[in-house]
């Protein structure tokens, strides 16, 4: 069988596409899959073994030059790759216009959700085969539930498997190398700097080292400020998603902000935690089997917004406050926490 999967983005989207994958490979012995993701994210797609192709696309940069697209060719070739083979299915497992958009271009039964499921109510008009997959659950879970129904097999009742080796076991007694994912979008998920700070002295009073990626200048100087005369405490120079994934695979544990690399690193197997303040854990939270969620617990959290409202007085403890329940010293001692 030979299937197309239409998932472009985020980074967190494709990784929690990971274990709907594996569910397949299972399922289905000798199934295929195509998978159109944005170009940012190929080399990430391609990491799943059960992921025999990826077709690059850059709807985020065409759409900003759309003229310049045209006479390139890039959209032309882009069309031809998509329509180079004839699926026996193509599954729109975003629910967006965007993706709804390049369904419509495929060859195959075209699958995905329902207008009551899907985010984009109006992304349904482009499928063959409207799915009815119900809101509220994990991404993780819709993932497989439609996987399930559009490939027809039984809907596993295991825990979600990403398809990697996990990697041994974090505990007090083995911490030799952790990774600090301290980059993410929204300002309101940032966990305080000098929070970080102090988790990374602490690992260094403790033997242990510390890896810190970084992404741009910004995420670099804050990484610089955090390691600053801290044994053990070091920059990752900068790498591709890939690269860090390969990376990830070398250290034991991690800590997290909301931000897709704590899924790539709940995917390959790390011990870990992720930090939310403003979003909600239950919807899109590391699911891993040796990584959890920690939520702040603060009266307006989680708020689900990119700016903070808050009107208390938290003093110099402010920004944001919804952090101020997670302290590094509360932080360091749940990495050591055994999982059930």
């Known amino acids: 069988m030979k299937v197309l999967l239409i998932k472009t983005s985020s980074l967190g989207d494709i990784v929690h596409t990971f274990p709907a994958l594996t569910d397949a490979a299972r399922a289905c012995p000798g199934i295929e899959f195509d998978w159109v993701v944005e170009e940012a994210f190929a080399d990430i797609a391609t990491l799943h073994p059960a992921v025999s192709r990826v077709i690059p696309c850059a ?8 003229i310049k697209t045209w006479r390139s ?7 031809q790759a998509l329509q180079a083979s004839h699926y026996d299915v193509v599954i729109d497992a975003q629910g967006l216009i965007k993706s709804a958009f390049i369904t419509r271009l495929t060859r195959g039964e075209r699958v995905g959700l329902d207008s ?3 985010r984009e ?7 063959d085969r409207p799915l009815s997959i119900p809101k509220g659950a994990h991404a993780i879970t819709r993932l497989r539930q439609l996987f399930a129904q559009a490939l027809d097999y039984p809907l596993p009742t295991g825990a979600p ?6 990697a041994s076991a974090l505990t007090a007694e083995n911490a030799k190398q952790l990774i600090f994912l301290h980059g993410t979008t929204w300002a309101t998920k940032h966990w305080p700097e000098q929070q970080w700070r102090k988790l990374a002295t602490l690992a260094s009073a403790a033997g242990t080292a510390v890896w810190l990626p970084w992404g741009d200048d910004a995420e ?13 405490v070091s920059l990752l120079p900068k790498m591709s998603l890939a690269q860090l994934f390969k990376k990830m695979l070398q250290a034991n544990g991690f800590v997290a902000v909301d931000t897709g690399l704590a899924h790539l690193a709940a995917a390959a197997g790390l011990s870990g935690v992720a930090l939310y303040g403003p979003t909600d854990p239950v919807l899109t939270g590391v699911l891993g089997e040796r990584a959890r969620s920690l ?7 989680p708020c689900l917004q990119e700016r903070c409202m808050y009107k208390g007085d938290l003093g110099k403890g402010f920004v944001p406050p919804c952090f101020s329940s ?13 999982r059930p």
């Open 59 to 66: 709807l985020r940069r065409w759409r900003k030059a759309p």
């Open 73 to 79: 060719g890039e959209w032309r070739n882009f069309k």
């Open 116 to 118: 009551q499921s899907a």
């Open 121 to 127: 109510g109006l992304s349904a008009n482009a499928l």
């Open 161 to 166: 498997e990403s398809g990697f080796s996990p």
């Open 220 to 232: 670099k100087a804050r990484a610089e400020r955090i390691a600053e005369g801290l044994v053990g």
């Open 295 to 301: 939520s702040a617990e603060f009266p307006c959290a």
């Open 326 to 338: 997670l302290p590094a010293e509360l932080v360091w001692r749940e990495l050591f926490v055994e």
